[in-house]
């Protein structure tokens, strides 16, 4: 051992230059070390198992307060049919309008949610102007809840109407039922966290293995976030899993999109 130290310390520059590359060589390995356990860190970090995960981990989702932000427009002749005042000193955006014209509708398209009644509502055709009035709405407008509402016990034409209709109430309502009617609405369409937990739950009946069921997350991540366009996102599910709903999960997650 006296020996080989005494050679090494003979060797001058060589030794010196040999030490120096071990130097570096051993921060490099340790630094390199620290980057791949942080890298693992901030994978598992975002390795979110749910899209419901993603969204409360990442944005600032939604609560009663922020549901009734929504604008919200009643039409019918007989506005004393709904809790207006208590509605709004509970804090929700009511808007009342007793008529309208065919020639003056569009205005509806800034509202989130409309109840709409069948019969006094529309100027040009008092008897059934609601129906024609939904029917617009529904072609010529988009992400727009209807509730369909009535106070007749029967009429052929509301069978229709209430098809096409988001959700249907007779009227008079209390109080307590169109708060609970219109929070339940609001919630169904307009809740990040209710529209994740229906993309998760069309994922899981997917029976994608794991290793798509991540890809599938990761993509409707970067969707969300607008990091990719439809054709491209719809493309990418369709190779995933031929027991995938790509139709249904794409407008899940153009409706998660439009939420955040």
Known sequence: ????????????????????????????????????????????????????????SN???????????RKVAIIDDQPENY??????????????????SLSNYYFIDSYDLVFL??????????KRGGFELIKRIRSEMN???????SSKRFDPTLTEFFRLADETAKTPISEKDCEELLLG?????????????????????SMLSQKHHK????????????????DYFYGALSGLNKNLDVYKLHKKCQSLKDVL
């Open 1 to 56: 051992m006296a020996e080989f130290i005494n050679i090494w310390s003979n060797s001058g520059w060589l030794a010196n230059l040999v030490t120096i590359v071990l130097g570096v060589i051993t921060v490099f390995g340790g630094g390199y070390s620290i980057y791949r356990r942080f890298k693992s860190y901030l994978e598992s970090e975002n390795d979110y198992s749910s899209v419901v995960n993603y969204v409360r």
């Open 59 to 69: 944005y600032e989702y939604d609560s009663i307060a922020i549901l009734k932000k």
């Open 83 to 100: 809790p207006v005042d208590y509605l709004r000193r509970s804090g929700f955006n009511i808007s009342v309008y007793e008529e309208v």
């Open 117 to 126: 009644d069948i019969t006094n509502v529309v100027k040009e055709d008092p």
């Open 143 to 149: 992400g727009i809840v209807i509730i369909g509402v």
């Open 185 to 205: 609405a609001l919630e169904k369409y307009y809740s990040p966290i209710h529209i994740s937990g229906k993309i998760d739950e069309l994922l899981n009946d």
């Open 215 to 230: 890809k599938a997350l990761k993509l409707i991540e970067r969707y969300i976030n607008l990091s990719v366009s439809d």
